[in-house]
């Protein structure tokens, strides 16, 4: 495979891969995006051309997902419509986990999934279930793209059976009493990721070491407990259970392949189960797993670490039970960098609250000035400039600040009159485009802006024959939906409010 751009791009134009023309080509190759694994950005280029692999570690079903959660889980959404507006086909697979996740991250502890059914008097399978449920509703009201598939761990037992079993036919793992541990000393690349070199592993905290186990450093792809709730046959014993490493590595290669172009996950992801799910997955098909290893910043709350103890662990009820829409949680946690600490609070909340609407009555604005279309163009300057500014920011690994900054650029272009005729056309079409990344604006649709301006009509006709109860009448009534009036010299505008 081709590494650099021009190589690629002359694969490209020297192989039947014709969908697309050269420029859009040179179009694409201009995104950098941070790889964890270089600690660098490089130039994305996919394995296959024009489509993305794309792997996102989703939630571990044992609870509503906190805000925190949705933040890394956001990242990824925000970054597979980047590349899909850069044209690229994006195979997005996110992952549920349902089984064998332990407290500690690791072989130690209880497993989430039973230690929430003990909790709650109910079976693990219910607890799955309804947390599950509860995470797809969320993404729904946050205006996720859904994933191509959102695989369940337990649904693929005989996929990580096979590479388990894979991984101890040739000497990468080993039996103890019905558990099965992957044996770092046979993979010396293990650590290539986080950094973390197996000595001092060792040496550390981080590793409850366990008697049975050949190295301290290594982990579990199977384990045994007759004990466990959830629990499958197979040729380590009656009662196992998978490892919660070898169920991503298992799902990823099922749906996408042995190689993806794009592993993501939240920081905490890097070590230790992105690094286990490298040694599992390269040392079972000997090829490089992940081209670009991609991690989102924790969030913190009111400038510290979420906790329990604080009360601050917040979920999208919290934040709806407030009175703030969905949409304001998501413009929230995507409006920063995702590699910077982003702070949450309730003022921040409020204040992309207002931006929102903000960017609505932008919108409402070029729709209004788009339908002038006897004005002269005025302004392409201004669209041009936002955008390249705009796609600039999004290729410099999602720079979602400088979008923004662009889209404010073009609002205050807009605001001073700058902004007329076809020009406004462009600009609205361009708002739209940062919006398929945002998915936050409300733009009016026809059917809504046709019943407005009919009252409006009836209005301005009440107002010349002087009935002025009329003309009343129909502004309250618009005001009640949230629509407000303002006579200007032009005519009567509307606006949300
Ligand atoms: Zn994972």
Same mark, same amino acid.
């Given at each position: 495979?081709?590494?650099?751009?021009?190589?690629?791009?002359?694969?490209?134009?020297?192989?039947?891969?014709?969908?697309?023309?050269?420029?859009?080509?040179?179009?694409?190759?201009?995104?950098?995006?941070?790889?964890?694994?270089?600690?660098?950005?490089?130039?994305?280029?996919?394995?296959?051309?024009?489509?993305?692999?794309?792997?996102?570690?989703?939630?571990?079903?044992?609870?509503?997902?906190?805000?925190?959660?949705?933040?890394?889980?956001?990242?990824?959404?925000?970054?597979?419509?980047?590349?899909?507006?850069?044209?690229?086909?994006?195979?997005?697979?996110?992952?549920?986990?349902?089984?064998?996740?332990?407290?500690?991250?690791?072989?130690?502890?209880?497993?989430?999934?039973?230690?929430?059914?003990?909790?709650?008097?109910?079976?693990?399978?219910?607890?799955?279930?309804?947390?599950?449920?509860?995470?797809?509703?969320?993404?729904?009201?946050?205006?996720?793209?859904?994933?191509?598939?959102?695989?369940?761990?337990?649904?693929?037992?005989?996929?990580?059976?096979?590479?388990?079993?894979?991984?101890?036919?040739?000497?990468?793992?080993?039996?103890?009493?019905?558990?099965?541990?992957?044996?770092?000393?046979?993979?010396?690349?293990?650590?290539?990721?986080?950094?973390?070199?197996?000595?001092?592993?060792?040496?550390?905290?981080?590793?409850?070491?366990?008697?049975?186990?050949?190295?301290?450093?290594?982990?579990?792809?199977?384990?045994?407990?007759?004990?466990?709730?959830?629990?499958?046959?197979?040729?380590?014993?009656?009662?196992?259970?998978?490892?919660?490493?070898?169920?991503?590595?298992?799902?990823?290669?099922?749906?996408?392949?042995?190689?993806?172009?794009?592993?993501?996950?939240?920081?905490?992801?890097?070590?230790?189960?992105?690094?286990?799910?490298?040694?599992?997955?390269?040392?079972?098909?000997?090829?490089?797993?992940?081209?670009?290893?991609?991690?989102?910043?924790?969030?913190?709350?009111?400038?510290?670490?979420?906790?329990?103890?604080?009360?601050?662990?917040?979920?999208?009820?919290?934040?709806?039970?407030?009175?703030?829409?969905?949409?304001?949680?998501?413009?929230?946690?995507?409006?920063?960098?995702?590699?910077?600490?982003?702070?949450?609070?309730?003022?921040?909340?409020?204040?992309?609250?207002?931006?929102?609407?903000?960017?609505?009555? /932008?919108?409402?604005?070029? !729709? %209004?000035?788009?339908?002038?279309? =006897? &004005? #002269?163009?005025?302004?392409?300057?201004? @669209?041009?400039?936002?955008?390249?500014?705009?796609?600039?920011?999004?290729?410099?690994?999602?720079?979602?600040?400088?979008?923004?900054?662009?889209?404010?650029? /073009?609002?205050?272009?807009? !605001? %001073?009159?700058?902004?007329?005729? =076809? &020009? #406004?056309?462009?600009?609205?079409?361009? @708002?739209?485009?940062?919006?398929?990344?945002?998915?936050?604006?409300?733009?009016?649709?026809?059917?809504?802006?046709?019943?407005?301006?009919?009252?409006?009509?009836?209005?301005?006709?009440?107002?010349?024959?002087?009935?002025?109860? =009329?003309?009343?009448?129909?502004?309250?009534?618009?005001?009640?939906?949230?629509?407000?009036?303002?006579?200007?010299?032009?005519?009567?505008?509307?606006?949300?409010?």
């Amino acid at each position: 495979m081709a590494q650099t751009c021009s190589e690629y791009l002359n694969f490209i134009l020297t192989s039947s891969f014709g969908r697309l023309s050269p420029q859009s080509l040179a179009h694409i190759l201009t995104f950098r995006l941070y790889n964890t694994f270089t600690n660098q950005k490089e130039v994305f280029v996919p394995l296959t051309p024009g489509i993305v692999r794309m792997y996102n570690c989703g939630p571990t079903v044992y609870g509503r997902p906190h805000i925190g959660n949705l933040r890394s889980f956001l990242f990824a959404d925000v970054l597979r419509r980047w590349l899909e507006y850069k044209g690229f086909d994006v195979k997005q697979v996110m992952n549920i986990t349902d089984v064998g996740h332990l407290v500690d991250d690791a072989d130690e502890g209880e497993d989430k999934m039973l230690a929430q059914a003990a909790k709650e008097k109910i079976d693990p399978w219910a607890v799955a279930e309804r947390y599950m449920k509860e995470f797809l509703s969320d993404l729904g009201a946050l205006n996720f793209l859904p994933a191509m598939i959102y695989p369940r761990a337990t649904d693929h037992i005989p996929e990580m059976l096979e590479m388990v079993q894979g991984l101890v036919a040739t000497g990468y793992a080993y039996e103890v009493d019905g558990d099965v541990y992957f044996d770092v000393s046979k993979f010396p690349a293990y650590g290539k990721l986080s950094g973390n070199r197996v000595e001092d592993l060792v040496a550390g905290s981080r590793i409850a070491v366990r008697e049975e186990k050949r190295n301290p450093a290594d982990f579990a792809l199977w384990k045994s407990d007759e004990k466990h709730l959830m629990k499958w046959d197979s040729p380590y014993g009656p009662d196992g259970f998978p490892g919660w490493h070898i169920e991503c590595s298992a799902m990823a290669r099922k749906h996408l392949g042995e190689q993806l172009d794009i592993h993501t996950g939240g920081e905490d992801n890097v070590f230790p189960h992105h690094e286990c799910e490298i040694a599992q997955s390269e040392a079972f098909h000997g090829k490089q797993f992940a081209k670009f290893w991609a991690h989102a910043k924790f969030l913190q709350v009111d400038g510290g670490k979420m906790s329990k103890s604080l009360g601050n662990v917040y979920v999208l009820d919290d934040i709806t039970d407030r009175g703030f829409e969905p949409r304001v949680l998501r413009y929230t946690l995507l409006r920063g960098h995702y590699r910077q600490p982003l702070n949450f609070t309730w003022d921040i909340l409020e204040e992309s609250r207002a931006s929102i609407e903000n960017w609505d009555r /932008l919108a409402q604005d070029l !729709g %209004r000035l788009s339908e002038d279309v =006897e &004005a #002269a163009p005025l302004g392409m300057e201004h @669209v041009e400039r936002a955008r390249k500014e705009f796609e600039e920011g999004m290729d410099d690994d999602l720079m979602v600040p400088r979008a923004l900054g662009a889209m404010g650029t /073009l609002r205050g272009a807009v !605001g %001073r009159g700058e902004v007329a005729g =076809e &020009a #406004a056309r462009e600009a609205l079409n361009f @708002v739209k485009s940062v919006d398929s990344i945002l998915g936050v604006i409300r733009f009016e649709d026809g059917s809504l802006e046709a019943s407005i301006q009919s009252r409006i009509d009836a209005r301005t006709q009440a107002r010349s024959a002087k009935d002025w109860a =009329e003309s009343d009448r129909i502004r309250d009534e618009l005001l009640a939906e949230g629509i407000a009036l303002e006579d200007g010299p032009d005519g009567v505008i509307w606006r949300r409010v």
